[in-house]
Each structure stands twice: as C-alpha cells, then as structure tokens.
C-alpha cells in the first residue's frame, strides 16, 4: 500500500492496538505503551482548573474537548509534564513519541513547539502551526537526542514533556 488513513466519525473512541507503520523496515513485533503526565515539573500555561497535568493527563483516551485544558496568549510560553513511568525494563525501545491534541482559539500563538527534557537538557521538536479544530499531532524521537543513540529505560522514566507557544 503506499497511503492508509484512520479516522472515526467521532462519536466512537477509536483505539488501535499494535499497529505501526515504517516505510524504511519492519521492525517485527513492537508494542506501545503509554505514559501520562503525573506532575507539573515547570508551568507557565493557564490550567482550566486543578493543576496544568490533571488538565491534560487524558489517560490515553481520545481528548475531553473544553472540559479540561491548558491554554496560553502569549508566545514563548513553556509547560514541561512529569510523566508516569514504563511497566517494564527489558527489551529495545525503538523510540518515543510525544503526542498531544489542540487547538487554537485566538491569532496568538499560531504554533506550538513540542518540548522533551532528557539528561537535564531541553530539545525542541518542529514547531507546528494549529488550527481551529482540535487536531492530533505527534513527534517521534527515534533516538535520545541527547545521545545520539537508543533510549535507555531509565532515560525514558526520567523524561520530561510539555510544549511551548511560538
């Protein structure tokens, strides 16, 4: 196949197990698992209500809309997220991906800038331009930045994540 889409008609919660695409290798059998934010590690983003993590720690489940959310009006912005820790130590980790769903409801800040911390040290992904509609987006560090190599577990459970207005 050379394009596949998903998609819902979003009154269903699509979830997708072990299901990857790679146009370069197949990299046998990969599972993913998923760590939520558990912590506010350096907030700057104004919180719906409760705390900047418990407005975006959607346990894996398709976004809650406006019920709870950070949002900001000025760029250079930053909210870094504790996360929760992997359930297993053994075995390759092919790469993280960072993911998050937004929108934007005002002309500033037209991007958003993923952001991990690993190591002490903050790397950027690609800034992304936002839309109107609540989207998904997603960036993939295959290797710790930091390194230049594979991630280790415990770079993994000690990772930092947010993003940044631009």
Do not use: R
Not at 13 to 34: M, P, R
Not at 58 to 75: L, R
Not at 80 to 92: D, E, K
């Amino acid at each position: 196949a050379n394009k596949v889409e998903l998609g819902f008609d979003g009154s269903v919660i699509a979830e997708f197990d072990d299901y990857y695409i790679d146009d370069a290798n197949f990299l046998g059998n990969v599972k993913v698992y998923t760590m939520n934010p558990t912590s506010d590690s350096s907030v700057a983003w104004t919180p719906s209500a409760d705390t900047n993590y418990q407005c975006v720690d959607d346990g894996g489940n398709y976004h809650d809309s406006d019920s709870s959310y950070v949002s900001v009006t000025a760029a250079g912005l930053k909210d870094l997220y504790g996360l929760s820790n992997l359930s297993l130590s053994s075995g390759t980790i092919k790469g993280i991906a960072h993911n998050f769903v937004g929108k934007k409801t005002d002309t500033n800040p037209a991007n958003i800038i993923p952001k991990i911390v690993t190591n002490s040290t903050e790397y950027s992904g690609s800034a992304i331009a936002m839309t109107t509609s609540y989207v998904s987006y997603q960036t993939i560090w295959e290797n710790n930045p930091d390194t230049s190599t594979a991630w280790t577990y415990s770079e993994v459970d000690a990772l930092i994540s947010g993003f940044e207005s631009s």
